[in-house]
C-alpha cells in the first residue's frame, strides 16, 4: 500500500527566510508520480508540481524548488525568500498510477506553513 | 471553463438526514473523485470514478454513496448523515492515465463545509 509522510506539522518563519518542506513516500512500485498542492486559508487546492519517478531532476520554478531523491524516498519543497502569501498548507501526494484505476491520489497529512512580516 | 465546481458551499443537517451534494466539471475529463478533508488528516478518497457509468470505492466509502450518468456530473450522496461526516468535501477531476503520459494533475473545487448536529 502506498503512504505520504509529512512529519512536520507545523513551520513558523519570518519573511525573507528559506524554509523547507519535507515528503517522504513509500510504494511498492516502480510506475509513480509525485505531487505537491497548496492550500491557501482560502480553503482551494492549488496544484504546484508533478514528478514521475523516472525523472530525478531537480526542478525550479522563481522561487519554488523541488529535490526528488528515490535513494531515500524523499520528495522535499524548498520555499526561497519567503512570503506571506506563501502562508499556506501544502500537501505532497502520490499516485502510483499503474492502471487507470490507481491514478487517484494518496495524501500526506499536510504542513502548515506560517510567514510572518 | 468554469472549472469544478461544487454545491452547496456550506450545510448543516440534522442526524439522520440525507443530502447530495453536487459537483461539476466542465473540462470533459473522464476521471473524477471525492475526497473529504479532517483537520490535520490530509484528505481522503471517498470514491472516484473512470468514466459515466463506471465507479469505485476509495479509502472511506461507509456512509456514502456516487452515480456518474455523465462526463460532467458526479454527484456524492450522504444517507442517515451521522456526525462522523462532519467534515469538508472536495471533489476533483483530472484527464486520464494513460501509459505514455502518465497520471495527471487533479484540479479541485472550491469544497463544501458539512456540519452534522
Known amino acids: 500500500a502506498q503512504k505520504v509522510t509529512q512529519a512536520q506539522t507545523e513551520i513558523s518563519v519570518v519573511e525573507k527566510e528559506d524554509v523547507t518542506l519535507d515528503c517522504v513516500y513509500e510504494?511498492?512500485?516502480?510506475?509513480?508520480?509525485l505531487f505537491w498542492y497548496k492550500q491557501p486559508p482560502s480553503g482551494e487546492l492549488v496544484f504546484l508540481i508533478r514528478?514521475?519517478?523516472?525523472?530525478?531532476q531537480n526542478e525550479i520554478s522563481g522561487r519554488y524548488s523541488w529535490n526528488f531523491q528515490k535513494s531515500t524516498s524523499s520528495f522535499n519543497f524548498t520555499i526561497t525568500a519567503s512570503q506571506v502569501v506563501d502562508s499556506a498548507v501544502y500537501f505532497c501526494?502520490?499516485?502510483?498510477?499503474?492502471?487507470?484505476?490507481?491514478?487517484?491520489?494518496?495524501f500526506g497529512k499536510g504542513i502548515t506553513l506560517s510567514v510572518r512580516p | 471553463n468554469a472549472g469544478v465546481t461544487q454545491t452547496p458551499k456550506f450545510r448543516i443537517l440534522k442526524i439522520g438526514q440525507s443530502m447530495t451534494l453536487q459537483c461539476t466539471q466542465d473540462?470533459?475529463?473522464?476521471?473524477m473523485y471525492w475526497y473529504r478533508q479532517d483537520p490535520g488528516m490530509g484528505l481522503k478518497l471517498i470514491y472516484y470514478?473512470?468514466?459515466?457509468?463506471?465507479?469505485d470505492k476509495g479509502e472511506v466509502p461507509n456512509g456514502y454513496n456516487v452515480s456518474r450518468s455523465t462526463t460532467e456530473d458526479f454527484p456524492l450522496r450522504l444517507e442517515l448523515a451521522a456526525p462522523s461526516q462532519t467534515s469538508v468535501y472536495f471533489c476533483?477531476?483530472?484527464?486520464?492515465?494513460?501509459?505514455?503520459?502518465?497520471?495527471?494533475?487533479?484540479?479541485f473545487g472550491p469544497g463544501t463545509r458539512l456540519t452534522v448536529t
Open positions: 476533483a477531476s483530472s484527464y486520464p492515465y494513460l501509459r505514455r503520459q502518465g497520471a495527471y494533475e487533479q484540479y
Open positions: 510504494t511498492r512500485d516502480t510506475t509513480y508520480y
Open positions: 514528478r514521475n519517478s523516472f525523472d530525478e
Open positions: 501526494a502520490l499516485s502510483e498510477g499503474y492502471t487507470g484505476a490507481n491514478s487517484k491520489l494518496t
Open positions: 473540462m470533459n475529463h473522464n476521471y
Open positions: 470514478s473512470v468514466g459515466a457509468g463506471i465507479t
